[in-house]
């Protein structure tokens, strides 16, 4: 029998960042909306927030984001929670995703 691939913290997040928020026009990872990855065999759980709890795109991001992490090898399920503690802001947001939507400093 094959073994395994095991699936890394880095090849989940690689797959997440094909997921674009559409209203901001980028992806979830750079706008810091990732709060947790765990992986337990072919088990990926993710936590995550949006920008608002009342944010349009909710289906959107989850589909994409359910979608992307279904191609990486050897996943057969994936957990998507959602989470709005701690509440979302900016400074989650990496220095290339500040600068474009204009909260340079």
Same mark, same amino acid.
Request: charged share 20%; net charge negative; hydrophobic share 45%.
């Given at each position: 029998?094959?073994?395994?691939?095991?699936v890394s913290?880095?090849?989940?997040? !690689? !797959?997440?960042?094909?997921?674009?928020?559409?209203?901001?026009?980028?992806?979830?990872?750079?706008?810091?909306?990732?709060?947790?990855?765990?992986?337990?065999?072919?088990?990926?759980? /993710?936590?995550?927030?949006?920008?608002?709890?009342?944010?349009?795109?909710?289906?959107?991001i989850g589909?994409?984001?359910?979608?992307?992490?279904?191609?990486?090898?050897?996943?057969?399920?994936?957990? /998507?929670?959602?989470?709005?503690?701690p509440p979302?802001?900016?400074?989650?947001?990496?220095?290339? !995703?500040?600068? !474009?939507?204009?909260?340079?400093?």
């Amino acid at each position: 029998m094959p073994e395994a691939t095991q699936v890394s913290e880095a090849d989940v997040l !690689a !797959a997440l960042q094909t997921v674009y928020d559409p209203e901001l026009g980028l992806d979830i990872v750079s706008l810091g909306l990732i709060y947790e990855i765990k992986i337990r065999q072919e088990t990926v759980h /993710i936590l995550m927030t949006l920008t608002t709890p009342g944010c349009p795109m909710h289906d959107a991001i989850g589909v994409g984001a359910e979608w992307a992490l279904k191609q990486l090898p050897g996943i057969s399920h994936i957990e /998507i929670e959602l989470t709005w503690n701690p509440p979302w802001d900016p400074s989650r947001m990496s220095e290339a !995703a500040r600068v !474009a939507l204009g909260f340079d400093r």
